[in-house]
């Protein structure tokens, strides 16, 4: 779900498609260019690259493959796998980036393909598992009634929203791995974020459904006077509290388990990271309440989102968008949807800057 395209720009981008604009009673304009289906396949295509991308995560092909070049079926023998089969598998991958065929059924990992190994820093593993199991896969799968119905299908998909999903013990590890998606995702988002953010006069930070904590943490390495705590639901605390310890900051941290329409505990910062996405305004304004309401004097809150910038041009958080509807109940918005949330929890927007991936912060204040 995050920029990979670089396609979003609230201030707008080049029109790369050359579709904008229209004549007027037709459906395409001189500078359109010819119809070609295969260009409608390779799109459909998206759900096969997917599909690949999960399994050579969850065979670990990319981690065999770390110390060099293997051939398919010394792949298969590591990994389990059916020899022509994981042939085939790899074959295709080639054909998408993620691996390099020197001939033979020998394959080296690309660059690309290396982001797909475990142990490497920004590794995109968990995402390209998260994004082929049950919780995401099955809910695409009624996304046209989805649009139909103006919500979400999820109760349809998996009998209960997303984050009731996750919170079930049987889908332990599919929620762990989503914890650990939106960490790694985002770890150049927060790399930005954190550069922009001056943390003055700060003492305590909530990090609001802050998964593993990946951005509270991040802030309080680069300031060692900060104390951090994450506010996420029962399921994810522990592995806050796990990468806390990893990075060396449990004595500036803790992980608090509790629901953020309820209440949150009292910081001089909030961060509030791709949390509003997940939700529509009048849950917005609920949980934007809840930090104005225990905001210590004088402190703020730090949204970061994707923005919908101008119409007519690509833009990546319009895409997004539809993952949103297809996942949740809520939807990428654009700056003026923002704001009028904002302004109902009590809260107005100071500065606004970008983070990178095409996100951005937005810092609040209270009023
Ligand atoms: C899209 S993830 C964002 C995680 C993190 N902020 C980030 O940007 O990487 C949404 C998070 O909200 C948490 N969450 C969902 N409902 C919640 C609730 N009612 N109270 C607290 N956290 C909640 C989820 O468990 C999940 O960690």
Redesign the pocket.
């Known amino acids: 779900?995050t920029d990979v395209t670089g396609m979003n720009d609230v201030t707008g981008i080049s029109d790369v498609a050359g579709t904008t604009g229209t004549a007027k009673g037709t459906n395409v304009t001189p500078s359109d260019p010819p119809a070609d289906a295969g260009a409608v396949f390779n799109l459909l295509g998206g759900l096969v690259a997917a599909q690949v991308l999960g399994a050579l995560a969850e065979l670990h092909i990319p981690d065999h493959l770390a110390d060099g070049a293997l051939t398919a079926e010394e792949v298969a023998e590591r990994a389990g796998s059916h020899p022509q089969t994981t042939y085939r598998l790899m074959r295709a991958a080639s054909s998408l980036g993620m691996l390099d065929h020197q001939g033979q059924h020998r394959f080296r990992l690309t660059g690309l393909g290396r982001l797909l190994r475990s142990d490497v820093p920004g590794s995109m593993r968990s995402m390209a598992l998260v994004q082929t199991s049950p919780g995401h896969w099955q809910s695409w799968a009624h996304f046209t009634e989805a649009v139909r119905q103006g919500s979400t299908q999820t109760k349809k998909a998996l009998g209960m929203d997303l984050?009731e999903y996750?919170?079930r013990p049987e889908n332990s590890a599919e929620?762990a791995l989503?914890?650990q998606a939106?960490?790694n995702?985002?770890g150049l988002?927060?790399q930005g974020a954190v550069a922009a953010l001056s943390t003055a006069g700060v003492s305590t930070v909530v990090?609001?459904?802050?998964?593993?904590g990946?951005?509270v943490l991040a802030l309080m390495e680069a300031d060692p006077e900060l104390s951090g705590q994450v506010?996420?639901?029962p399921?994810?605390v522990d592995g806050a509290r796990a990468e806390a310890e990893k990075r060396g900051l449990s004595d500036r941290f803790s992980a608090v388990a509790?629901?953020?329409?309820?209440e949150v505990p009292s910081a001089d910062l909030y961060?509030?990271?791709?949390?509003l996405?997940?939700w529509d305004d009048a849950q917005c304004v609920t949980?934007l309440r809840s930090c104005r309401s225990a905001v210590n004097e004088g402190g703020r809150a730090l949204v970061?989102e994707l923005v919908v910038g101008e119409l007519g041009r690509p833009d990546f958080a319009t895409v997004s968008d539809m993952a949103m509807l297809a996942m949740t109940n809520g939807r990428e918005r654009d700056l003026t949807e923002f704001d009028a949330v904002f302004t109902a929890a009590g809260w107005r927007r100071s500065k606004t800057y970008p983070v990178g991936g095409g996100y951005f912060g937005m810092e609040l204040v209270a009023v």
């Open positions: 779900m984050f996750f919170a929620a989503f914890s939106m960490g995702m985002s988002v927060t990090d609001v459904g802050g998964a593993h990946d951005f506010l996420d639901l399921h994810a509790g629901d953020f329409f309820q961060l509030v990271k791709t949390i996405h997940d949980i970061v």
